[in-house]
C-alpha cells in the first residue's frame, strides 16, 4: 500500500467512525447516510485511491477543475455531485459529467441545466441550495435561495424536462441567526425538507454538514454529508 493510500485509508477510517457514532447517538442506521467525498484541488489520483477504498460519491466545487478530473476518471464507478455556485456559462460542461448539482438556486439556472441535460439525453438531479441567511427575495453570501424561494424552484425543477428534483442543500451560515449554530440551522433545513416532500415525496435527500459539522447533520437528519479536509488533509502550499 503506498503512503497516500494508507494515508487515505486511515482518514476515511477515522470520518467512517464518526459518522457510525453520530447515526448511532441519533438512533439512526448507518447505511441511512451517505458520505461525499469532495475532491476539489485533489488529483484524479487521489480520486482512483478513493474508489478503491469503496468511495461512491464524490463532489467537485469548480468546472474547470472537476471537468478533466472526471474524464481523467470516466472508466470509474461513481456518482458526481457538483457542490459549487454555477454560472451559467458552465451549465454544458458540468452536465456532461455530473449526476447530481447540489446547487441550484435561482430559475435561470434550472432553465439551462434542462436545456443541457435534454440536449445530452441525461437526466440529471437537482438539489435547491437554502441560504439560512438570505432575507426573503435574496440569495446568501454563499449562494443559495432563500427559504420562502424553495417552493417555486421545486415546482420548476419538477416540471423541466431533464430534471429530477432530489431534495435540498446548504452549507452552515457564517452569518445571521444562525452562525455559529450548525445544530439549529441544519433542524431548520429539515423541517423545510419537509413541507416539500409534502408536496414533492420523492425529494427526499438533504444534503448537510462538513468536516466540521457533520456530526450537527446527522443528528439533524441528513441523508448526505460533504466531506473533504478530514478525508484528503489540508493541501500544503505549492512552492
Given amino acids: 500500500m503506498t503512503d497516500r493510500k494508507a494515508q487515505l485509508a486511515a482518514n476515511l477510517a477515522h470520518v467512517e467512525e464518526r459518522i457510525a457514532s453520530s447515526c448511532a447517538a441519533a438512533g439512526r442506521k ?48 461513481l456518482t458526481w455531485h457538483f457542490v459549487g455556485q454555477l454560472q451559467t456559462n458552465k451549465v454544458r460542461s458540468v452536465t456532461s459529467y455530473a449526476d447530481i448539482v447540489q446547487s441550484v438556486d435561482r430559475l435561470k439556472l434550472v432553465t439551462a441545466l434542462s436545456a443541457a441535460a435534454v440536449r445530452g439525453e441525461r437526466e440529471l ?13 435574496a440569495r446568501g453570501e454563499r449562494g443559495g435561495v432563500a427559504p420562502d424561494g424553495v417552493e417555486e424552484l421545486a415546482a420548476a425543477i419538477a416540471e423541466a424536462p431533464g430534471l429530477r428534483l432530489d431534495g435540498l442543500m446548504t452549507v452552515a451560515p457564517l452569518a ?12 431548520r433545513l429539515m423541517e423545510i425538507s419537509s413541507r416539500l416532500r409534502a408536496g414533492h415525496p420523492a425529494a427526499n435527500m438533504v444534503s448537510a454538514g462538513m468536516s ?4 450537527d447533520a446527522v443528528a439533524a437528519g441528513a441523508t448526505h454529508v460533504r466531506v473533504g479536509t478530514a478525508v484528503l488533509g489540508v493541501r500544503p502550499r505549492l512552492g
Avoid at 476539489?40 to 466545487?61: C, F, M, Q, W
Avoid at 438531479?125 to 427575495?137: K, M, N, T
Avoid at 445571521?176 to 433542524?187: D, P, S, V
Fill in 30 to 77: 448507518r447505511e441511512d447516510v451517505t458520505l461525499v467525498v469532495v475532491t476539489k484541488t485533489y488529483p484524479a489520483s487521489d480520486v482512483r485511491i478513493l474508489r478503491e477504498l469503496g468511495v461512491r460519491h464524490v463532489a467537485e466545487n469548480r468546472d474547470q477543475d472537476a471537468a478533466p478530473k472526471a474524464t481523467a476518471c470516466a472508466d470509474l464507478s
Fill in 176 to 187: 445571521g441567526e444562525y452562525a455559529g449554530r450548525q445544530r439549529a440551522a441544519f433542524e
Fill in 212 to 215: 466540521g459539522d457533520l456530526g
Fill in 125 to 137: 438531479g437537482c438539489l435547491i441550495q437554502v441560504a439560512l441567511d438570505a432575507e426573503s427575495g
